[in-house]
């Protein structure tokens, strides 16, 4: 099994923010971008589908940025890649999609056996989740260039808003 690019920029999309959320704020692309040495675009992208399929929320705005939607511990590694990865056959005879026609398909043990491969490595991927990926937050913060004065916090409400505004 590989995992495509994508996947792994979500995945790393996924722990940064789970490093900024036990810091108590938000991040932006730009910040992400810069930290992983990753094109601002593909995370444009990234981030899009992450807040479609409800793992991020989003801020507009001159306030604004990402943050996780729920707990890390609330978040499965398994769910984050099933999001991300379109294609999960390992052969061309386990995409449903291809016409392709092997001779020995009816006899054949290997597609089975590959499709128990593939259900125990996303079986692996579900008993894990993005609190647990993160041995030491402070050491990954650190490594990400994550400090205390770079966090972004959204204002609680539209009065908050207002006033932060004012203050600036």
Do not use: W
């Not at 495509?4 to 910040?31: C, F, K, P, Q």
């Not at 589908?49 to 940025?65: A, D, H, K, N, W």
Request: glycine share 6%.
């Amino acid at each position: 099994m590989h995992l495509t690019v994508y996947t792994d920029y979500t995945l790393r999309v996924m722990l940064y923010l789970a490093v900024r959320h036990s810091e108590g704020g938000m991040a932006t692309i730009d910040e992400i971008a810069r930290a992983y040495d990753i094109s601002r675009n593909h995370l444009m992208k990234i981030v899009n589908e992450l807040g479609q399929t409800g793992f991020v929320t989003t801020v507009r705005g001159r306030s604004g940025g990402i943050r996780l939607a729920k707990e890390p511990k609330e978040i499965s590694i398994g769910a984050i890649v099933r999001m991300a990865e379109k294609d999960f056959a390992v052969v061309a005879c386990h995409d449903p999609e291809m016409p392709v026609q092997c001779a020995i398909q009816p006899s054949c043990n290997l597609r089975r056996r590959l499709a128990r491969a593939m259900d125990a490595f996303m079986a692996e991927l579900d008993s894990m989740t993005l609190a647990e990926s993160i041995a030491a937050p402070t050491v990954a913060a650190s490594l990400l260039g994550i400090t205390p004065q770079a966090i972004v916090m959204a204002p609680r409400n539209s009065a908050r808003a207002a006033a932060a505004v004012k203050q600036r």
